[in-house]
């Protein structure tokens, strides 16, 4: 019996250099995906083609090289549908600002198509869309220098993303599109101090966490995760024996103390009576019911519809903002109202071009109050993942006074994450 190799085609040849050449040039894609490319090479399974579809750098970090990170008060995302000279979209910007002065912000990075982001302390986490609509997630140095790829579990979508700036991880949530059902909505967390680690499933009481809604504890590494039949837990996501439930409740409405969780449910009579509220203490597990004293009820009257978004609890004592909108002929009116022991008051009321409240935060202090504000007549940006009106703006409120202290473009405030 012959030895004798058979020849390599000359189009297999091409193939073997061709994936050769991409996999020494790709140096973030070696790295990152080293050990699933040569699993995939054992299995038979790996192709140019797939090497392609994987998640790769979108972003374009805009700062200098510098040993100290950037520092800015706030971020916000501005996404811009318009085209440029030759009819390519125009880079969608995340934007750094300071809290006083005239300035519209300092690109920190760009990229044809930016869905959300989170901000730590040294670096931005950015979540962009690949041609397909799948998602890289990218950390992009507050020095300068280029993105870093964070390795995904497979393809997919990533959403939620919030980052935990004291204790440098971020999280999120994943949702595979092979159809397979491995992951939907799961949640992940990731150290960006070991960027050799893969991001590790959030662990629950009976596997990995599918949550609908999800928050970094203020000051901690520890999170609550909301799943889809409502139950609450209390997580800490870098040891999986740390699960405490917290109950089913409706929604989450913030952390108005260190160690507090403020809550909403419905009212006994579902429709009839109003919400109820409470508060959480994250240690003890114990509920203590939070009065909210005039929050606002939905009516509709002659015509004229008035509705009011969940409150935002700010303190212990029942302290709370809440956006009421009134819509009259198609046309919105909408101020933020903020209520303390004396009754409520009006806050903030924007301008009559940017008419209509998107949504609202507070700064980590407690101090300033960050709005997003769309135009009356707007049309929407059409991203397949977290949609947003264009144009959008972000108005800078002090909470004491409600004076504005400036406007800035974009939306998604970093105060949110």
């Not at 609450?232 to 439930?245: E, N, Q, R």
């Not at 952390?255 to 509220?277: M, Q």
């Not at 929407?380 to 959008?392: A, F, K, L, N, S």
Request: proline fraction near 9%.
């Amino acid at each position: 019996m012959s030895t004798k190799r058979r020849p390599v085609s000359a189009k297999r040849a091409a193939a073997i250099a061709a994936a050769a050449e991409l996999l020494a040039g790709r140096r973030f894609a070696r790295r990152l995906y080293g050990t699933i490319a040569i699993l995939a090479v054992l299995a038979g399974g790996l192709t140019v083609a797939n090497l392609s579809k994987l998640p790769h750098p979108n972003s374009t970090p805009a700062l200098a090289r510098s040993t100290t990170p950037a520092s800015f008060a706030l971020y916000t995302l501005q996404r811009d549908t318009g085209k440029d000279n030759s009819g390519l979209k125009k880079p969608d910007t995340i934007l750094g600002t300071s809290l006083s002065g005239s300035d519209q912000g300092t690109v920190i990075v760009s990229a044809p198509r930016i869905q959300e982001y989170a901000a730590l302390p040294s670096a931005l986490a950015v979540v962009t869309l690949n041609d397909d609509n799948t998602s890289s997630l990218e950390m992009v140095p507050l020095t300068g220098g280029p993105p870093t790829l964070v390795p995904l579990p497979s393809l997919g979508t990533v959403a939620n993303l919030h980052a935990a700036g004291s204790k440098n991880l971020i999280g999120f949530t994943f949702t595979a599109s092979s159809g397979t059902g491995q992951y939907w909505k799961t949640l992940f967390v990731y150290d960006v101090d070991k960027p050799s680690a893969a991001p590790r499933a959030v662990q629950g009481i009976h596997g990995p966490v599918t949550a609908t809604d999800w928050r970094f504890v203020p000051g901690a590494a520890t999170l609550v995760a909301q799943t889809d039949d409502q139950s609450m837990f209390l997580i800490d996501p870098l040891d999986s024996g740390k699960v405490s439930p917290l109950g089913t409740h409706a929604g989450i409405l913030g952390f108005p103390g260190s160690n507090e969780l403020a809550v909403a449910d419905p009212g006994l009579k579902k429709g009839v009576d109003p919400p109820r509220y409470s508060t959480l203490n994250l240690t003890t597990g114990t509920s203590t019911p939070l009065t909210l004293p005039g929050a606002f009820v939905p009516d509709a009257a002659n015509g004229v519809t008035t509705t009011a978004s969940q409150p935002t609890v700010l303190d212990t004592s029942g302290q709370y903002l809440q956006v009421v909108r009134k819509y009259d002929g198609g046309k919105e009116a909408s101020v933020v109202n903020l209520t303390d022991k004396n009754g409520p008051r009006q806050l903030y009321q924007p301008d009559a071009a940017w008419s209509r409240i998107l949504d609202t935060c507070t700064s980590p202090a407690g101090d300033y109050l960050a709005v997003e504000t769309a135009a009356p007549q707007y049309t929407g940006d059409q991203y397949p993942v977290r949609p947003e009106p264009t144009p959008i703006r972000t108005d800078l409120v002090d909470l004491k006074s409600g004076t504005i202290l400036k406007s800035v473009p974009g939306f998604l405030p970093s105060w949110c994450g």
